[in-house]
Nanobody, 115 residues
């Protein structure tokens, strides 16, 4: 089993920045892809960004150029730096990790972008 704990969410004004962190524990060794997804009220969960163990990244078009995903394999931690935040970025953000064909989720952290 892998446990994921997110942190760093909160309330920020449009144009502001936040940094999310997610640390894996348990059988965290050999985790392959890690990523961030988000779910806004009344909408389906959607991909935000992913990063492979080797550092290759993938982003949703809506966040390209504004968000940066990174990871520290030694700390089993993935980060999401979010800049130029918009009200439409408001959602619960979930961390995800893939290991040997199994997918694990964190409990989610709320990000609210509002003036």
């Amino acid at each position: 089993q892998v446990q994921l704990v997110e942190s760093g969410g909160g309330l920020v004004q449009p144009g502001g920045s936040l940094r999310l962190s997610c640390t894996a524990s348990g059988r965290a060794f050999s985790i392959n892809d890690m990523g961030w997804y988000r779910q806004a009220p009344g909408k389906q969960r959607e991909l935000v960004a992913t990063v492979t163990r080797a550092g290759s990244t993938n982003y949703a078009d809506s966040v390209k150029g504004r968000f940066t995903i990174s990871r520290d394999n030694a700390k089993n931690t993935v980060y999401l730096q979010m800049n130029s935040l918009k009200p439409e970025d408001t959602a619960v953000y979930f961390c995800n990790a893939a290991r040997f064909g199994f997918y694990y989720w964190g409990q989610g952290t709320q990000v609210t972008v509002s003036s």
